[in-house]
């Protein structure tokens, strides 16, 4: 074992710690998008298709721009008809549809008027006729010759493929004692943020245009305007305005609303404010993918695994997103958190006239966990292996190298599954619970951050001031995850001051550094490693005229409580504030650090599959216990146990809310949530209808714990691994193997509602009868 | 504009006489009119909690309430009143202390409806608490930090008895 359990001395990390920026949004008074309000500003709406697939033949705005109060009307004939998107390969989006509109809710054109009332009486003003096209809205359906084919570039309506095979597959099943295929599906779940899309526009007639809006990753965003609106990046300002919580989705791309408030207020020469309703949230693009994965595993007797097939099948929707990493990434995280030498993986995204689908915490590691970890339990139930000992013979331990090139230097899964056993009492409830009560258990894993092809470093920058507090700027964003609290943490330990003493800034495209942005947990590893070197850059600058000052070799001095301090004479000290001062007014002195993190000479070869995708790896164990009502089919959860590997904590406050942040967002996904389309239009765009866990839907506290199995982990910024995705991963399959324990009823797609369960347990009850 | 009508409204203890549109819902007048923006907009439709105001110290959903309705009766919102309200600010430091904050949309709401819950029950069960969160939703804690809050909030205040 790899430090494990080394906790190690802090100043300021490792101990609980409120979020900075806490008190502020308590109190109402921390400025979100849609609380921006500026001089002569104008309110936009945008106009959406009401077909799933149809030609725009004409647009007729006048009699929207007779209407008082309008002052501009724009349609995709405005933009320069330049397509932008996160791959080379797959910019397919359009600021605005421009001659063919690919599902209901697609934006067709966009309004500017005095107040929201007007635009929105605008909107039903503005004629648009369309040449009705067949559409299609099942992959395999849109897969077949003669079907309605979405993209010219994309026969067949493949958006993206991957295929991966590592050792033999096929000589691995057929010396396996044991093979079994299933089928799982899962649905379409939103991020469910409670903040809708908001921004506002500012294009100055100068050439300079400003978008103030609730990015989680401003620059891509900024790259992604300037593609669209074919202008050079540097005459766009991206400024990020507080997060209302992200999950990935529209926080993470330019959306059409975005191009339109700048559009429109080049038009107009006014701000433009745009914000998504609700019922926009709910029926646009951005959802985690719907899936249908055919699982083959071969495992030896004492269920060890010996190899598994994985083909995979993703209803993409309309665009493309980041849809294809989504599929790469579902098969490269099959390597987790179990050791499975023979791996083949073939997935296909198709194109489909549904909203599209990209990234929603846990990405697509989440499906394939569901369907993983349902399927082991199967197998430890044929083979009569309890199912914490099959994932203990399977587990990958420190050290290990996959099949598909991950490197695993902490990987505290064996310790993970015990602490759940413990905490959930699994060996005095495993087959011992009454009737209609069951426990299952589930595991997952996660990555810190991939490293992708494109740009993947992450860079820190911090300037001192003369009272020895400091300006930490970085290109990652606080979507409510607590960035801006643990890299103020991370900068206070290493310049030994207090963590109000940092002053995290939001990120400013024209002033803070290039970064990709905050997904795929990469912030607290890869900023964090940033912010760290730039703390170090900064003291070592602070040290020189320390060193100077006091008549002592630079490198002998320590910073610890605002002070400046000779190691070999503690005696010798003198304070951080007046180094600084000194340095600044006497020497003419900027103290200002630069920290960096990402690069690296091993690169993923996408092609193939192989290489080790991220810098750290962290397993999840959870145990759920549900009841389930024999009446109604409803489920209870009235436990949930998890344990996982984050390395160090370094804010336990914080991982606390993202372990059980991201239990119970996945307690959704697996019982509730479901986006409803029929023939491509959403049924349930309200959250009325689109039911997200409430405060009753989860266990009592007493009953609802978690524990940090603490690593620490090399790569990690003091040790520390991601928190927020992982602890997710686990949970649905456990809930599948508790409802089964519970009733007998296998469900095998997602959302496990009450109908699925009744159904299930009249189904068994009439076999029952029948034998 | 003629449809603009006359209304008078007492929030947080200090009287705004304004002209509106009589369909105006509070929390339009409150963010757009009185530039208020504490309380926030999210589903328009009362599922979601995040434009949750006291009116007569009962927690409603401001997105469903028209400001007109609110004459003659005491609104407070999350910007609480000028001398300031011992109880709505230990909520909001117990909220920061426990964790109960991540991306703080929904927190605005939750204290408001915190407030009223701990003047109608000054020590709720879990339970209690629980339900009294039915229809606010929060997407990032799992509430779980948020019951916690509450009942550090309740404990607080207790403690400080009577005063």
């Known amino acids: ?771 | 504009m003629n449809d603009l009508i006359p209304v008078s409204l007492r929030v947080n203890g200090v009287r705004y006489d304004i002209a509106i549109r009589p369909w105006r819902t509070l929390l339009e007048v409150l963010r757009e009119t009185l530039g208020m923006t504490g309380t926030k907009r999210s589903c328009g439709e009362g599922q979601c909690g995040t434009c949750t105001v006291l009116i007569d110290g009962k927690a409603v959903n401001s997105c469903l309430y028209l400001a007109v309705e609110a004459q003659g009766k005491e609104i407070s919102t999350i910007e609480g009143p000028p001398e300031g309200d011992p109880a709505l600010e230990q909520i909001q430091r117990s909220f920061v202390a426990k964790g109960a904050v991540q991306c703080g949309f929904c927190t605005p709401g939750m204290v408001v409806a915190t407030r009223s819950l701990l003047s109608e029950i000054a020590e709720p069960s879990e339970d209690e608490i629980r339900e009294a969160l039915v229809g606010h939703l929060c997407r990032c804690t799992g509430y779980v930090q948020i019951v916690e809050a509450i009942q550090d909030a309740a404990s607080q205040l207790a403690h400080k008895g009577g005063d």
């Open chain 1, 1 to 771: 074992m790899m430090n494990r359990d080394s906790q190690r001395e802090f100043q300021v990390l490792g101990k609980p710690t409120p979020k900075k920026d806490a008190p502020q949004k308590a109190a109402g008074r921390a400025e979100f998008a849609d609380d921006i309000s500026m001089p002569g500003m104008l309110h936009g709406k945008l106009l959406r298709s009401p077909h799933p697939h149809a030609r725009i033949v004409a647009i007729d705005a006048s009699l929207a721009l007779a209407l008082p109060g309008v002052r501009a009307v724009i349609t995709g004939r405005d933009f320069p008809g330049v397509r932008y998107g996160n791959l080379p390969q797959t910019r397919d989006y359009l600021p605005l549809a421009i001659d063919t509109v690919r599902y209901i809710g697609e934006e067709v054109a966009a309004v500017a008027a005095v107040d929201e009332d007007t635009a929105e009486e605008a909107l039903d003003l503005i004629r648009v006729e369309y040449e009705v096209l067949p559409a299609v809205f099942d992959p395999e359906e849109a897969m077949k010759q003669g079907a309605p084919q979405l993209h010219g570039q994309s026969p067949g309506n493949v958006s993206a493929h991957t295929e991966s095979h590592f050792g033999d597959v096929e000589a691995a099943f057929a010396q396996a004692d044991y093979v079994r295929e299933d089928v799982f599906e899962t649905q379409p779940v939103k991020q469910g943020m409670l903040e809708p899309h908001a921004c506002v526009g500012l294009w100055d007639g100068f050439g300079k245009a400003t978008l103030w809006s609730c990015k989680m990753s401003p620059y891509a965003v900024w790259r992604q305007l300037a593609m669209g609106l074919d202008i050079k990046p540097g005459d766009i300002r991206v400024v990020q305005t507080y997060v209302g919580g992200g999950f990935s989705g529209g926080k993470q791309e330019a959306m059409p609303m975005d191009f339109c408030a700048l559009m429109l207020s080049k038009k107009t020469g006014r701000p433009v404010k745009l914000v998504h309703t609700m019922e926009e949230v709910l029926i646009i693009g951005h959802m985690r993918h719907p899936m249908k994965i055919w699982l083959r595993t071969g495992t030896t007797k004492d269920g060890r695994i010996l190899a598994q097939h994985v083909k995979l099948l993703a209803n993409g929707g309309a665009y493309s997103s980041i849809g294809g990493f989504s599929i790469f990434l579902a098969g490269a995280m099959i390597n987790l958190p179990y050791r499975v030498p023979n791996m083949k993986f073939e997935a296909d995204r198709v194109y489909t006239n549904n909203g599209f689908c990209g990234a929603l915490r846990g990405h697509t590691v989440v499906q394939m966990c569901f369907a993983r970890d349902s399927q082991l339990e199967k197998i430890a139930e044929d083979l009569a292996i309890d199912p914490l000992e099959i994932r203990r013979r399977n587990a990958i331990q420190d050290g290990d190298v996959t099949a598909n090139g991950f490197r695993i230097n902490t990987f505290a899964f064996d310790e993970c599954i015990t602490r759940v056993a413990e905490m959930s009492g699994w060996y005095n409830k495993k087959g011992k619970l009454p009737k209609y009560r069951g426990i299952g258990f589930g595991c997952g894993a996660h990555l810190s951050g991939a490293r992708l092809m494109g740009h993947s470093a992450s860079t820190a920058e911090m300037r001192m001031l003369e009272d020895g507090t400091v300006h930490l700027t970085t290109g990652s964003t606080d979507v409510g995850q607590g960035v801006e609290t643990v890299m103020s943490m991370i900068a206070a330990e290493v310049l030994g001051v207090t963590v109000d003493d940092v002053h995290y800034l939001k990120v400013d495209s024209a002033a803070t550094p290039l970064d990709p942005g905050t997904f795929g947990s990469r912030v607290t590893l890869f900023t964090g490693n940033a912010v760290k070197q730039a703390a170090e850059d900064i003291c070592r600058q602070l040290a020189e005229v320390a060193g100077e000052r006091m008549g002592v070799d630079p490198r002998d001095l320590m910073f610890f409580r605002h002070e400046i301090i000779n190691r070999k004479d503690e005696k010798q000290r003198c304070s951080l504030k007046e180094i600084v001062r000194w340095g600044m007014f006497q020497q003419g002195r900027i103290f200002s650090g630069r920290g960096s993190y990402g690069y690296s000479e091993e690169k993923i070869d996408f092609r193939t599959g192989h290489g080790n995708l991220s810098p750290a790896y962290n397993p999840t164990a959870c145990a759920v216990e549900v009841e389930v009502d024999p009446e109604t089919g409803r489920v209870t959860v009235v436990g949930l146990w998890g344990a996982d590997d984050s390395g160090t904590p370094l804010n336990p406050l914080a991982v606390k809310g993202q372990v059980i942040g991201a239990a119970v967002m996945s307690i959704g996904h697996a019982l509730y949530e479901n986006l409803i389309r029929v023939d491509g239009k959403v049924m349930n765009p309200s959250l009325r209808d689109y039911k997200m866990p409430q405060a009753t839907d989860l266990p009592k506290l007493a009953d609802f714990k978690h524990s940090n199995v603490i690593t620490w982990e090399p790569e990690g910024p003091f040790g520390a691994k991601e928190a927020g995705q992982g602890a997710g991963t686990g949970v649905i399959a456990a809930l599948a193997n508790a409802v089964y324990d519970a009733t007998g009823v296998r469900l095998t797609s997602l959302p496990m509602t009450p109908e699925h369960i009744l159904f299930g347990m009249k189904r068994l009850q009439a076999q029952n009868r029948g034998q």
